[in-house]
Each structure stands twice: as structure tokens, then as C-alpha cells.
């Protein structure tokens, strides 16, 4: 089944502990994105990647890094987590620059 | 930025009923245009493609207007399952790599 995969689905920490959100894709496509979503802002894009080792800034970078060493994945890293990152947390990927945009299931993140 | 607008609603219909919505952009370079459907806390999920023609599938129609930059959404014989927000969203505006999403309309269709 084609799909795109996040772990994890919940996620509580405490500010400053480093932490990961791994994203997997099957579907082959060249481009990956993050977003979070927060009541009242819609979407808002974090990094994205056209391709393996590409990668660049969406419109909320900020206390965010990524990495694209192989197609299938694109994991988000948080290296010292704060409270005004308590969001709920997508990747997606799409096949081509017009392409649809296919949705992991979100992970909610809490920081405390 | 706001290049894709939604009015946020909420559209409170009864079963049955039609409603439409629609999504005005402001960038005339974007080539394409999706509807997707967003439950509560959820992952959004692809509805429908937008094409100059006019798009159908089942109760609901999609149509682009390129001349008033707008893309419409119409839901016929509403169902309670169709409550949910419904997000527009273009992947591309010219020479840009990051979709643009309207901040989505909430439908709430009741008995």
C-alpha cells in the first residue's frame, strides 16, 4: 500500500531534550515535506526536499533541522525542543512539483 | 502572505442540502489546484484534482476559474459524514517549491 509513515503518532517531552520524527515514504517520489498545524494558522510548511541531499526552509524554520540521506525518509529533528513547538506535526510527499501532496497520519507533539 | 484565501465558515447545512465553497489565489502563475478534506485532528486526505475543464466525481464538482482566480467546491445531497474542513491548496506558484494552503472551511452538515 502506498503510503507515507510517521512515528511517532504522540509525543510528550520536556524543553531542551533532543528529539526525532521519522517519516518514510514507499511511493518513490523526489519531494518531501514537513508542516505544522496550529489552531487558527492552517498549514504552514517547515523544510522541504526535491531530492536526496537537497533540502531547504519553508516558511517556519526556526528550531528545526532536517536530513535527506536516502529518498524514503525524511526525519525532522528538534535538538532543544520549546513549548512554542507544541503542534501537530505532518509529512508528505508528492511525486513532482504540481503533484498532489500524500499526508502521513500526524504526529502530536506536547513540550513541556 | 496570504495567497490562498478560504472563508473559514463554519456552514452549518442540513442533510441534503448543497453548499459550495470557494478559494480565491492571488498567484496566476499556479498551474494546479487540489481540494483535500481534513477530519478533526487528522491527517488531510486528497478530494479532488481541479482542471480548467471542470472536475466531477460523484456529489461533488470542482471547477477553476482563472480569470476571477478562484477554485469552487460544490457538494451535492450533503451527507452527516461530509462534516469535516476542506482545505484548497495549490503545490506551486511559478518559480516556488512550497504549497500554499487556504486555512481550510468547515462544513458541519446536521440531521
Known amino acids: 500500500e502506498a503510503q507515507v509513515t510517521q512515528n511517532p503518532r504522540y509525543l510528550i517531552t520536556v524543553t531542551g531534550k533532543k528529539l526525532t520524527v521519522t517519516c518514510s515514504q514507499n511511493?518513490?517520489?523526489?519531494?518531501m515535506s514537513w508542516y505544522r498545524q496550529d489552531p487558527g494558522l492552517g498549514l504552514r510548511q517547515i523544510y522541504y526536499s526535491m531530492n536526496v541531499e537537497v533540502t531547504d526552509k519553508g516558511d517556519v524554520p526556526e528550531g528545526y533541522k532536517v536530513s535527506r540521506k536516502e529518498k524514503r525518509n525524511f526525519p525532522l529533528i528538534l535538538e532543544s525542543p520549546s513549548p512554542n513547538q507544541t503542534s501537530l506535526y505532518f509529512c508528505?510527499?508528492?511525486?513532482?512539483?504540481?503533484?498532489?501532496?500524500?499526508f502521513g497520519n500526524g504526529t502530536r507533539l506536547t513540550v513541556t | 502572505r496570504k495567497e490562498v484565501e478560504q472563508d473559514p465558515g463554519p456552514f452549518n447545512v442540513p442533510e441534503g442540502a448543497t453548499v459550495a465553497f470557494n478559494c480565491t489565489y492571488s498567484?496566476?502563475?499556479?498551474?494546479?489546484f487540489f481540494w483535500y478534506r481534513q477530519d478533526c485532528r487528522k491527517e488531510p486526505k486528497l478530494l479532488m484534482s481541479v482542471y480548467s475543464s471542470g472536475n466531477e466525481d460523484g456529489r461533488f464538482t470542482a471547477q477553476l476559474n482563472r480569470a476571477s482566480q478562484y477554485i469552487s467546491l460544490l457538494i451535492r445531497d450533503s451527507k452527516l459524514s461530509d462534516s469535516a474542513t476542506y482545505l484548497c491548496v495549490t503545490p506551486s506558484g511559478g518559480g516556488s517549491y512550497i504549497p500554499t494552503f487556504g486555512r481550510g472551511t468547515s462544513l458541519i452538515v446536521h440531521p
Open positions: 498567484n496566476s502563475a499556479s498551474q494546479s
Open positions: 511511493m518513490n517520489h523526489e519531494y
Open positions: 508528505a510527499s508528492r511525486l513532482s512539483r504540481d503533484s498532489p501532496l500524500h
